[in-house]
């Protein structure tokens, strides 16, 4: 199992330009968050998907949209990218089975935005 | 969910027990507590989690007080790969398993 991985590893975008991270797990979790970690802080919560084709906005949605269209994948996107957007972004997943289902995260995209 | 607090580091010598507090006052019966470690901006691990009782597995031994107020993560012999920061997180039931994590504890191990 490949677990949580994510796509690109590391992207250095223009103001404005916009893209998207792609998250993809192996485990049949049914949960998947997108998370940011600006410098010296912990993490924040975007968006989370309880299932496929649904999705919930987090702590801090402001300028990201997300789509789950197949169950192992969870795409996080941009439209406009802004300076204050530079940060790492982390992928998780959980499943539903149990209510103590603990959470696995990918290795993060670092995204920088001039 | 409850919040938690961290002291923002901690230091222990290499082969010495490393124990992290928590403090979760405001925490509700049905919250659970979960810790995650983050080694040099990788992906979060987890560690290990508890409702009430006390709970070891292979990497770490969890202490919850009786009050559940607050609770200490427990490395018994930490190595210099132990260095790292750990979130302590308070999770409650059934809410879609969403975590919200401080700004946790820089864990520095020292020869």
């Known amino acids: 199992n490949a677990g949580v991985t994510q796509t690109p590893k590391f992207r250095v975008l223009k103001t404005g330009q916009s893209m998207t991270l792609l998250c993809a797990q192996d485990?049949?979790?049914?949960?998947m968050y997108w998370y940011r970690q600006d410098p010296g802080m912990g993490l924040r919560l975007i968006h989370y998907?309880?299932?496929?084709?649904?999705?919930a906005k987090g702590e801090v949605p402001d300028g990201y949209n997300v789509s789950r269209l197949k169950k192992q994948n969870f795409l996080l996107g941009l439209e406009s990218a802004a300076p204050s957007q530079t940060s790492v972004y982390f992928c998780a997943s959980t499943g539903a089975g149990h209510s103590t289902d603990t959470q696995y995260f990918g290795p993060g995209t670092r995204l920088t935005v001039l | 969910d409850a919040k938690t607090t961290q002291p923002p580091s901690m230091d222990c010598a290499e082969g010495r027990a490393a124990n992290l507090p928590c403090n979760h006052s405001t925490i509700s019966g049905n919250e659970y507590v979960y810790w995650y470690r983050q080694i040099h901006s990788q992906g979060p691990q987890y560690i290990i989690h508890g409702l009430k009782n006390n709970e070891t597995n292979e990497m770490a031994s969890l202490i919850i007080t009786e009050d559940r107020k607050s609770s200490t993560l427990i490395l018994p012999h930490a190595t210099l790969r132990d260095t790292a920061v750990y979130y302590c997180i308070v999770r409650a039931f059934n809410n879609f398993n969403k975590f919200y994590f401080g700004s946790g504890t820089k864990l520095n191990v020292k020869p």
């Open positions: 998907s309880v299932g496929e084709g649904t999705t």
């Open positions: 485990m049949n979790h049914e949960y």
